[in-house]
T-cell receptor, first 113, second 111 residues
Framework: GESVGLHLPTLSVQEGDNSIINCAYS??????FIWYKQESGKGPQFIID?????DKRQGQRVTVLLNKTVKHLSLQIAATQPGDSAVYFC????????????FGGGTRVLVKP | DGGITQSPKYLFRKEGQNVTLSCEQN?????MYWYRQDPGQGLRLIYY???????QKGDIAEGYSVSREKKESFPLTVTSAQKNPTAFYLC??????????FGEGSWLTVV
């Protein structure tokens, strides 16, 4: 079946550097993508989303890029801070699949002081 | 998300027992979801509902049941048929077509 996966299970980054988290998806019918941040023992928090008619969207310190040709999604975090240490998940939705929201396996980001 | 309340935070189940996890939202959202998360893993969809009195199975519905009698409530029952229920359970809600917000989760342990 369709799946959403991540390339890197753990990412270590120096405080102040930029972080890039990657995600591959396999369902070409997916039309909506979301990035979430999850801290230990808590529910995921929404970071940013993007629809399939866009290839880039920016938020505060974050940018999501969507490449539909290669079915790839990335989250860029500028000037990474200690508070950015968490697990990051991408999720995708397909209207054709009844609006199910499917999550990838997650990437842990560790920010070094 | 402050508008989504899950209870209890911690729950223990004996072998052969059914347990029910509560999820309430005051955001007037039509869509509600239940996910299961095992340690170090991603979220897997159990059930979801896009409207009152209707719900669909997710990827791992076996051993679980839900109801959606009220817009604000979407309880999840973990039945004795679920052989490995120990996990972190997350409820979410959204306006249909928008990104769901999540509750703080419920930890279920079999004793």
């Amino acid at each position: 079946g369709e799946s959403v996966g991540l390339h890197l299970p753990t990412l270590s980054v120096q405080e102040g550097d930029n972080s890039i988290i990657n995600c591959a998806y396999s369902n070409s019918a997916s039309d909506y993508f979301i990035w979430y941040k999850q801290e230990s023992g808590k529910g995921p928090q929404f970071i940013i989303d993007i629809r399939s008619n866009m290839d880039k969207r920016q938020g505060q310190r974050v940018t999501v890029l969507l490449n539909k040709t290669v079915k790839h999604l990335s989250l860029q975090i500028a000037a990474t801070q200690p508070g950015d240490s968490a697990v990051y998940f991408c999720a995708e939705r397909s209207k054709a699949a009844g609006n199910k929201l499917t999550f990838g396996g997650g990437t842990r980001v560790l920010v070094k002081p | 998300d402050g508008g989504i309340t899950q209870s209890p935070k911690y729950l223990f189940r004996k072998e052969g027992q059914n347990v029910t996890l509560s999820c309430e939202q005051n955001l007037n959202h039509d869509a509600m979801y239940w996910y299961r998360q095992d340690p170090g893993q991603g979220l897997r969809l159990i059930y979801y509902s896009q409207i009152v009195n209707d719900f669909q199975k997710g990827d791992i519905a076996e051993g679980y049941s839900v109801s959606r009698e009220k817009k604000e409530s979407f309880p999840l029952t973990v039945t004795s048929a679920q052989k490995n229920p120990t996990a972190f359970y997350l409820c979410a809600s959204s306006i249909v077509g928008r990104a769901p917000g999540f509750g703080e989760g419920s930890w279920l342990t079999v004793v």
